[in-house]
Every structure is written in structure tokens, then in C-alpha cells.
């Protein structure tokens, strides 16, 4: 994403699709999000005894990349142009870097739940796998974005 224009940065394919700079700020938010929920997910209960982790995980990346179905953004996560798009990407790097901080010192992923508001009751490990696999859905959402006919040349 370095090197982009500010005309690259905030071209839109459609006007009901998102430019480069606002599919960041969704990814930064959605990152902050989950980055507090890994942060007291041991506050969470225990899973039930039933649960099939491996169908739940399996599910996850099934459906969170599945780019032919749209999903619709939670409204606290709509992009607002909360940051210029540089201070966007800034706010992604930092965030994902505790992410990553909290993902590294982890226990027991397994062994608790927190309520996801579409995908269901998941896991700790299950949260990182769709934190992970967002950003992937994300990443080609930005490649159609540049590969748009109108994406400027600079």
C-alpha cells in the first residue's frame, strides 16, 4: 500500500464499493475489536461440551472468504474517513502489532468463548482464524480494486 497517490488511495471502483484507504481503516477497526476481545477472552465461559471446534474453524474460513458473498460491515466499522489514509495504515500496523503481541503470549484458545455477532459462540483460536482470514477477504478486495479499469495510473 506504500507509494499510493492520493487519487489511488481514494479511488472507488463503484460508488457503492470502498477505495483502498477506507478498506484499511474497516480492517483497523475490525482488528481493534478483536484485539480487546483476545484481550479478556479467558473472562469468557467454557465452551459447551458438544462443540465441534474443527466444523466451527472449517466454517469460519469458509465463509470469511468466500469474496462472491457480500457482507455487510457492522456500523461501527463502516469507514468514515476517521484517518487520512497514511494514519490508517499506521493505525493497521500498530494494531496488528498487538495483535500479534496478545496472539504470541495466548493460553488456552480452546477454552473459552465470546459471542460473535454473525459467525456465532467462538474460541480464542477461532477469533484470530477470522481476524486472519478478514484481512485475507480484505487484501483481494484491495487487489479488485487496483486491478479496476479506472484505478489511476498515479
Known amino acids: 500500500m506504500r507509494g499510493l497517490s492520493d487519487a489511488q488511495w481514494t479511488f472507488k471502483p463503484a460508488p457503492d464499493r470502498w477505495s483502498a484507504a477506507e478498506i484499511v481503516e474497516h480492517v483497523a477497526v475490525i482488528e481493534a475489536v478483536v484485539k480487546g476481545i483476545l484481550a479478556k477472552i ?14 466451527i474453524d472449517q466454517m469460519i474460513l ?10 455487510k460491515a457492522p456500523e461501527m466499522a463502516v469507514p468514515t474517513g476517521r484517518w487520512a489514509p497514511a494514519a490508517a495504515l499506521e493505525h493497521f500496523r500498530a494494531t496488528s502489532g498487538e495483535l500479534a503481541e496478545i496472539v504470541s503470549s495466548a493460553v488456552g484458545l480452546r477454552q473459552h468463548v ?12 477461532q477469533w484470530i ?16 480494486v487496483e486491478a479496476d479499469p479506472g484505478f ?3
Open 42 to 55: 479467558d473472562e469468557g465461559p467454557a465452551p459447551a461440551a458438544d462443540r465441534h471446534a474443527n466444523e
Open 62 to 71: 469458509t465463509k470469511v472468504l468466500d469474496r462472491g458473498k457480500k457482507a
Open 114 to 125: 465470546f459471542a460473535h455477532p454473525v459467525l456465532g459462540t467462538m474460541d480464542g483460536y
Open 129 to 144: 482464524l477470522v481476524v486472519a482470514a478478514h484481512n485475507e477477504r480484505h487484501n483481494q478486495q484491495i487487489l479488485e
Open 152 to 154: 489511476p495510473e498515479k
